[in-house]
């Protein structure tokens, strides 16, 4: 038995760096989006309460399709249908809210179920499409995006739904010591995410799948559920973004939505997840969501145009996935 | 070149082509070579032979320009010789057939082969004809005439995808052809007609390096032979002047003779645990599928050329591939499985053949990987127990001898011997009834494949029934109580353990092939 200790000196090491991988992944993150803070502070009124509230309401909606996200890459997927989605939803549940005779607490409880349900019904579509023909997600979901965005149009006959009753409104509006109550059911849903994730056989059994699908089945996994259970996850999300959406505008519009699958596949890429699955967690999107909307809100402060804006929020995209690939070459090594 | 290797350099009469001394390379803090010398000479075929982990892969690696060494010098031709991209290897004349596959699996047979120097027509176009007759002839050189060199490279099995790797090696002129374990998918008959190209390239002067875990290929086409352990060459020796036994001690430092001469108390197998009566995978060729009884307490081992259906077999007990005929009796009781879920439910485990694709989540943790088939067992209501799991790990990983830091690193910081373990520790998490084993010790180095063998043998004699396929006919015969031999998809004959012989079950498994040549 003259090999054991030979074999197990380097593997001691090898746990240190095992550890010191996950936990610098997210303290990476988390050091980036201080030193934004850092740097943002030196401009006026950066760290004013109404800006950091200002700041947490254009975060919640992309945190809480980012937290939906985040499943749905970590099997291997991609869901570009969020935006289109959340739209259909917000008609829907606006169409609902504002029926005739309703009172207003009814209104608001059967809107909000209406929208969750049609999330789940173009969750379950995208999942059951591309687990049962096994399509590319990416494909499947381009096309129920413009399926969503198309049924928004054709229900509302292009026409914004608005005049909610007053209560839903004072709820989008309301705050605890500066802090969005939005913002909180964001912070819930984010616990809950990860609680599952990280806590559940559930959760385990996703990562296996998107890091090896076919030793996942032959371990006696369902593949098939999971991957429908992750689409109908984003989509019960995106069902409680666009509730949280009309909450905040007032208004629900088949035109609305455009563009947020990209901000929330890039909340979920800088926060470290690997887009090819099996990697990732829901912290670092947290964190992923909260770069970018400092990013967006410090940017402004500063005076830069909006195509500016948009610009160097690309460059950070890029930037991030760049510095995980050298997170992972150091503590590979 | 004061190597620290005194017998190679005793009677190095003839001049190297190429030569290392005091090669050193470090990743991180771990050190993979700590000081190689070698040599080798033209024309002659050398073997490097060590455990996983010794230092053959990494030594590879910086010879044809993948990595760059930390110290010591190489020299080709007595000139320094410091490749910095695989390109400047090629360019130097160092082709390598690596252990995994380096092919692009949705391209044709020929374009793979010809990659690196496409034929052209005008306008850079591809000259299709030229390709194929090239890479035609490149494949009848190798004995594969019988392969369509318009074919997807993914539709081949792994033997074959090895043999279209070494083809595509060929194809460069080399004056060192480095083959890595070229032979752990090949069967017997084109292993040989591997032998037979490597005497033909000696013959023109290639100096071949010759990696392999197979002592006896090693004796039978080498001429010299070094070994390497724990990152430095311990030992440099003519063939003719060694024997398997001191090549095993200086890898090891122990024998492996223990475990394979151990004899099996045959007389304990009990009740049948599994029966197949013409079970048809939907590859196979033939109506009548295959028909076979498994007792508990027994190892039966299936031999056969790969391709012959050995692998199929086991996916479709374990409905990994659904059958298309033919029933299966568990327990006496009829059943049929619809998923691997219904197999693993009813008492039955698959090591599968590669595990980094089919058995293991290499990024993720090796309590994860050990408690992935029974997830129930350390979990409430969903919740998993993350301390049931490392106790699960841990003491499995007693049993099985598993050699690692904590129960948290990722799988894929185990050598290859560990990583097979925790596949078999991830069934035996399990309690199972039934194991199907598919080259349980496939790229697996020797030390490992001795506890590997044991614990085998240990399980059986709990009264497990375990079905191994395996290429290696010695590990057949070490470990079977009986032996089926498959070929075509079909049942070609049973030897007894009285009767075993590596000649016999090759009869079977060429039965249908030299009928089918005659006509």
């Known amino acids: 038995m003259d090999t054991t200790d030979l074999t197990t000196a380097p593997a001691g090491s090898r746990t240190i760096a095992t550890t010191t991988k996950t936990v610098l992944r997210e303290a990476g993150i988390g050091i980036a989006l201080i030193a934004l803070i850092i740097v943002f502070s030196f401009t006026p009124h950066f760290l004013s309460s109404s800006n950091v509230t200002n700041i947490l309401t254009q975060v919640t909606i992309n945190l809480v399709l980012s937290i939906g996200m985040t499943f749905v890459i970590l099997i291997g997927g991609i869901d570009l249908s969020v935006g289109s989605v959340l739209s259909f939803c917000a008609v829907v549940a606006g169409t609902v809210m504002t029926l005739p005779g309703l009172d207003p607490v009814m209104a608001v409880f059967l809107a909000t179920i209406s929208a969750i349900l049609a999330g789940i019904g173009f969750g379950l579509l995208n999942g059951l499409i591309s687990a049962y023909w096994a399509i590319p997600s990416f494909i499947v979901t381009l096309g129920t995006l413009n399926i969503a965005r198309g049924a928004a149009l054709q229900v509302t006959n292009a026409s914004t739904i608005y005049s909610f009753p007053a209560a839903f409104n004072a709820f989008g509006s309301k705050t605890f010591y500066g802090i969005p109550l939005l913002f909180l059911i964001a912070l819930v849903l984010v616990a809950i995410g990860w609680f599952v994730l990280a806590k559940t056989v559930f959760g385990r059994v996703l990562y296996g799948i998107g890091n090896n699908e076919e030793a996942a089945r032959l371990a006696g996994h369902n593949v098939f559920f999971y991957k429908v259970a992750a689409f109908t996850i984003c989509g019960v999300l995106v069902g409680i973004g666009a509730i949280i959406y009309m909450a905040r505008l007032n208004i629900a519009s088949p035109i609305i939505g455009i563009g947020f699958e990209l901000n929330a596949i890039a909340a979920v890429i800088i926060g470290g997840t690997s887009l090819s699955g099996g990697r990732g967690s829901i912290v670092g999107t947290l964190l992923g969501a909260c770069i970018i909307g400092v990013l967006a809100n410090g940017l402004i402060l500063l005076g830069l145009s909006d195509f500016m804006r948009q610009m160097i929020t690309g460059f950070v995209i890029i930037l991030a996935v760049i510095l995980d690939k050298y997170r992972e070459r150091l503590t590979k090594a | ?519």
């Open chain 2, 1 to 519: 070149m004061a190597g620290a290797t005194a017998p190679a350099l005793a009677d190095a009469a003839v001049k190297p082509v190429l030569a290392l001394s005091g090669v050193k390379k470090r990743f991180g803090g771990v050190v993979a070579l700590d000081g190689v010398s070698f040599s080798l000479r033209p024309g002659e075929v050398h073997a490097l032979v060590g455990e996983n982990g010794a230092g053959k892969s990494t030594l590879i690696k910086i010879l044809c320009g993948i990595i760059q060494r930390d110290a010591g010098t190489i020299t080709l031709d007595s000139e320094a010789y410091d490749p910095h991209t695989p390109g400047d290897a090629k360019k130097a004349g160092i082709q390598v057939v690596h252990q995994e596959f380096n092919l692009l699996p949705y391209l044709s047979v020929a374009e793979n082969i010809c990659f690196e120097d496409m034929p052209r027509k005008a306008f850079g176009m591809v000259d299709f004809p030229t390709l194929y007759a090239r890479a035609r002839k490149a494949l009848d050189a190798i004995g594969l005439g019988d392969v369509d060199v318009r074919r997807p490279v993914e539709s081949l099995g792994v033997a074959h995808r090895q043999l279209v790797e070494i083809a595509r090696a060929l194809m460069g002129e080399s004056r060192i052809l480095i083959l890595d374990e070229p032979t752990a998918t090949l069967t017997a008959r084109e292993t040989e007609r591997l032998f037979e190209i490597i005497a033909a390239l000696k013959a023109k002067g290639v100096a071949v390096v010759f990696v392999s875990h197979h002592l006896n290929e090693v004796f039978s086409i080498c001429d010299r032979v070094t070994v390497l352990r724990n990152g430095q060459s311990v030992m440099t020796a003519d063939i003719a002047s060694t024997t398997p036994d001191q090549l095993v001690t200086n890898m090891v430092g122990r024998q492996l003779a223990a475990a394979m001469a151990a004899a099996r108390d045959l007389d304990k197998t009990g009740r049948i645990a599994l029966s197949l009566r013409g079970l048809r995978h939907p590859a196979s060729p033939h109506a009548e599928g295959v028909s076979l009884d498994l007792r508990y307490g027994e190892i039966l081992g299936i031999a056969g050329l790969v391709g012959s259906g050995r692998t199929e077999l086991l996916r479709s007990i374990f409905a990994a591939d659904l059958p298309l005929s033919g029933t299966l009796e568990r327990d006496g009781k009829p059943r049929r499985y619809q998923n691997p879920k219904q197999a693993i439910r009813d008492g039955i485990g698959f090591v599968t053949e590669d595990r980094k694709e089919e058995g293991l989540i290499l990024d993720m943790a090796i309590s994860a990987n050990v408690t992935l088939a029974s997830l129930r067992k350390v979990s409430r209501l969903g919740l998993l127990n993350k301390r049931a799991e490392t106790l699960l790990t841990q003491q499995l990983g007693g049993e099985i001898k598993l050699k690692y830091g904590g129960a948290s690193d990722a799988v894929s910081t185990l050598s290859g011997g560990n990583q097979q373990k925790v596949v078999l520790a991830k069934w035996l998490a399990n309690d199972p009834k039934i194991l199907l084993l598919d080259e349980p010790t496939r790229g697996v180095d020797v030390g490992a494949k001795a506890e590997i063998y044991a614990l085998l043998r240990g399980l059986a004699e709990k009264g497990l029934a375990l079905l191994i396929v395996s290429s290696e006919l010695p590990e057949l015969i070490t470990l079977s109580d009986r032996i089926l031999v498959m070929s075509k998809h079909r049942i070609a004959g049973e030897v007894a353990r009285a009767d075993f012989s590596e000649e016999r079950i090759l009869n079977f498994a060429y039965k249908d092939e030299r009928n089918h040549g005659h006509h």
